[in-house]
């Protein structure tokens, strides 16, 4: 295995979003091109309630799918097709808005601490006007691969022969989250399908890539040089492997909406106005 080079290590951008969620943007528009088929990933956290309380009212989307996986706290999520489910710790939800959903996301507890990622992921100009589709994915149903030294649980893609609930043909997602149980530090290499663009995201404890350490909340983009991800591990340490294979298409995008063209995302902007959306 040639492990990849570290491309870039990007500082998430402090941010707000819904009725005032205080978040950490981590992909950011600027890097929709270079790691298509992501278009953003913001980390939520805080243990001061008014930092998330007013949570994300009714709000619509189209064009591609949205993966929430809370590390903390609870989060109920209604929508416009008639979806409801509640999200607890550990577990995860993926939504396909396809030709349009408006759902809500809000908190469900007034203090303690809340965190968790949210992950959008494009989808090909042939399924943006899919049907909608929602799946909850509980904390005890989330696949993981398990040694005395890691804890991975895939959320998507394959680990070590532990296949994760989703998968999708056109983009081929992986996503993984890591823990290191070892009391000692530790090595971890694992191949990532060439031609993928990928990204690390460590969330606790020290991680290093080509003898860099990762700052917390920041976005390592690995560079398309090799077939594998090398890192040293601290114990105790947490962290996220983000891979997918890039669509090569157009991006186009106005608020909540992603299509592929300026005449789309007018389309979807009336949809919504007009009630027409979902």
Not at 164 to 170: F, H, L, Q, S, Y
Request: glycine share 10%; with cysteine.
């Amino acid at each position: 295995m040639k492990a990849r080079r570290l491309e870039a290590l990007v500082a998430g951008e402090k941010t707000s979003d819904g009725a005032g969620v205080k978040l950490t943007r981590l992909l950011t528009h600027h890097w929709q091109q270079r790691l298509d088929p992501f278009l953003m990933l913001d980390f939520f956290g805080s243990d001061k309630g008014q930092d998330y309380i007013g949570g994300f009212p009714n709000h619509p989307h189209r064009g591609f799918e949205t993966i929430t996986y809370m590390l903390a706290g609870r989060m109920r999520h209604n929508d416009s097709v008639g979806n409801v489910g509640m999200l607890h710790p550990g577990a995860v939800q993926w939504m396909t808005a396809g030709r349009g959903v408006i759902h809500s996301e809000m908190p469900e507890q007034e203090d303690g601490l809340m965190n968790g990622f949210q992950l959008w992921l494009n989808l090909p100009s042939r399924d943006k006007m899919c049907e909608p589709w929602y799946l909850d994915i509980p904390n005890d149903a989330l696949p993981e691969w398990r040694s005395d030294a890691l804890c991975v649980r895939v959320i998507a893609g394959e680990f070590e022969g532990v296949q994760g609930r989703v998968v999708r043909e056109a983009t081929q997602p992986i996503y993984w989250d890591v823990h290191c149980l070892s009391n000692q530090p530790l090595s971890f290499e694992r191949a990532l399908p060439v031609g993928h663009n990928a990204f690390v995201v460590v969330y606790e404890g020290e991680v290093q890539l080509d003898g860099k350490r990762l700052p917390l909340h920041h976005m390592a983009v690995l560079a398309n040089d090799g077939d594998g991800v090398a890192l040293q591990l601290e114990p105790g340490c947490r962290f996220i492997v983000v891979a997918g294979r890039p669509l090569k298409e157009p991006i186009a995008q106005y608020g909540p909406f992603v299509m592929n063209t300026r005449d789309e995302l007018m389309q979807a902007v009336h949809d919504y106005q007009s009630g027409r959306l979902a």
